[in-house]
């Protein structure tokens, strides 16, 4: 089975500028999913989708492939759905149908490569057509002091 990995990672983040490739405990935060790729032994290619020189440049230092996403599908209004479909296409010029497609969030990088392996067993064994990955999070709030000490909630 040709189980493909397209890691989306556009650049232009407003809120957060390059966070894609934003160091995260020694390394580009996009490296962690590549690499959580590389080692699951299901997954048969690692694509980075970017419209940005230096993500698709950090992508291939480790390892992965790399498809240049347009512009047009590029912005802050762009889907990931537009992101994927244009990578697939572009996958299957390239090196054959994909059977699988597995897309790993850059800004979620707490898994491990079993976390990947199981959850491609289970979509299988299941017969499942499509499947989502997620966790139980104590505290969605993300805090900070403002200039009298009062903690205030930054994404809320």
Known sequence: MKVDSIILARGGSKGIPGKNIIDFCG????AW???QCCTAKSVTG???SSNSDEILDVAREYGANTIRRPDEISGDLATSE???LHAIKMIELES???DLVLAPQVTSP???PEDIERGIRTFIEGGYDS?????????LFFWERDSEGVLRSVNY
């Open 46 to 48: 690692i694509w980075v």
């Open 27 to 30: 390394k580009p935060l996009l």
């Open 131 to 139: 499947m989502f990955s997620c966790s139980v999070a104590e505290d």
């Open 33 to 35: 999913s590549i690499e």
């Open 96 to 98: 054959g149908q994909i």
């Open 82 to 84: 537009s992101g994927w």
């Open 110 to 112: 707490l898994r491990e």
